[in-house]
């Protein structure tokens, strides 16, 4: 079935870099069709938009809580998306989610329709 | 940047009630380009409606948005034991895409 599956959380001391990837697997055929998007969720808080990347990697989007500091990138021929998480501030502790939109190209905007089950980061020193 | 506001913040209700769960937005959306989100605990969220309207793929038919502008509405016609959970409305108008705080819809 069509699965989003995050990687690379841990614990990582404030200032420190961490690397996070979601392997897609179930569309792997028509994975390079699809816009994804990084969402994270603060302990015991709402859900915060991160980070999204169109269909073939051109276009990318940040939050402005993670610009410059973080960048999403895609490799289509491996069907796996990742954000390279720098700088990183106890505020950046989150379950980091990675979504699928509903639609593929050429529909520009989409909602979040599948979800990995999250992968947690911790910044404390 | 857009900022959705949710009301109320909690919702206490009976199975068998309906449900409305109402977002507000700052700035008028030019399109329908307006979500709504169910999260349970430890849990990743399940999109319910997209494109204002639009029922994802396996949601209940008791589920219903609708709403334009700056007004979006989730409605919940006969609530089941499994829907208390905590709802989310999202807007993907511009580039960057914004939630609102939620709302917990709870047992009363």
């Known amino acids: 079935q069509v699965q989003l599956v995050e990687s690379g959380g841990g614990v990582v001391q404030p200032g420190r870099s961490l690397r996070l990837s979601c392997a897609a697997s179930?569309?792997?055929?028509?994975?390079?069709?699809?816009?994804l998007h990084w969402v994270r969720q603060a302990p015991g808080k709402g859900l915060e938009w991160v980070a999204g990347?169109?269909?073939?990697?051109?276009?990318?989007h940040h939050a402005d809580s993670v610009k410059g500091r973080f960048t999403i990138s895609r490799d289509n021929s491996e069907n796996t998306m990742y954000l390279q998480m720098n700088s990183l501030r106890a505020e950046d502790t989150a379950v980091y989610y990675c979504?699928?939109?509903?639609?593929?190209?050429?529909?520009?905007?989409?909602?979040?329709?599948?979800w990995g089950q999250g992968t947690v980061v911790t910044v404390s020193s | 940047e857009i900022v959705l506001t949710q009301s109320p913040a909690t919702l206490s209700l009976s199975p068998g009630e309906r449900a409305t769960l109402s977002c507000g937005v700052s700035q008028s959306l030019k399109k329908t380009y307006f979500a709504w989100y169910q999260q349970k605990p430890g849990l990743a969220p399940r999109l319910l409606i997209y494109d204002t309207s639009n029922r994802a793929t396996g949601v209940p038919g008791r589920f219903s948005g609708s709403g334009s502008g700056t007004v979006f509405t989730l409605t919940i016609s006969r609530l089941e034991p499994e829907d208390f959970a905590v709802y989310y409305c999202?807007?993907?108008?511009?580039?960057?895409?914004?939630f609102g705080q939620g709302t917990k819809l709870e047992i009363k």
């Open positions: 179930g569309f792997t055929f028509t994975f390079s069709t699809y816009s």
């Open positions: 990347i169109s269909y073939d990697g051109h276009k990318e």
């Open positions: 979504t699928r939109v509903v639609a593929s190209y050429p529909v520009a905007a989409n909602a979040f329709e599948v």
């Open positions: 999202q807007q993907y108008d511009t580039s960057s895409y914004t």
